[in-house]
């Protein structure tokens, strides 16, 4: 299965890349625009055990501070009930200063 791969801008939080499968996974799995700013996402992300999962503690944005995070285990939880298992790692992206630019996320939708 391909990983959807998606890039922000920090501080703005402006999605600068979405390749074809997070924009066809966006849009066809999950009902949302392909370019949706992680700040407008729907719905809940939860952790395996169905705790919720805070928006601040989600892998993408903890990489907006300089976390990296491999293959954590999430369910987003969609409007209407529906559940996707996600396996997600992100990273943050840094310039020559060592300051956080931007942050990258790739996810794969779990079987």
């Known amino acids: 299965m391909p990983d959807a791969v998606l890039i922000v801008e920090v501080p703005s939080m402006r999605v600068v890349f979405a390749n074809r499968y ?41 990489a907006t501070r300089g976390e990296r995070v491999t293959d954590e285990r999430l369910v987003d939880l969609l409007p209407g009930g529906r559940r996707i298992a996600l396996l997600v790692s992100a990273a943050p992206v840094e310039d020559a200063d060592g300051n956080v630019v931007a942050a990258v996320a790739i996810g794969r939708a779990l079987a």
């Open 22 to 62: 997070a924009e066809t996974f966006a849009a066809k799995q999950l009902g949302r625009p392909p370019r949706l700013s992680p700040a407008d996402v729907e719905g809940e992300v939860l952790r395996p055990d169905g705790t919720r999962c805070e928006r601040d503690a989600w892998p993408l944005i903890r």
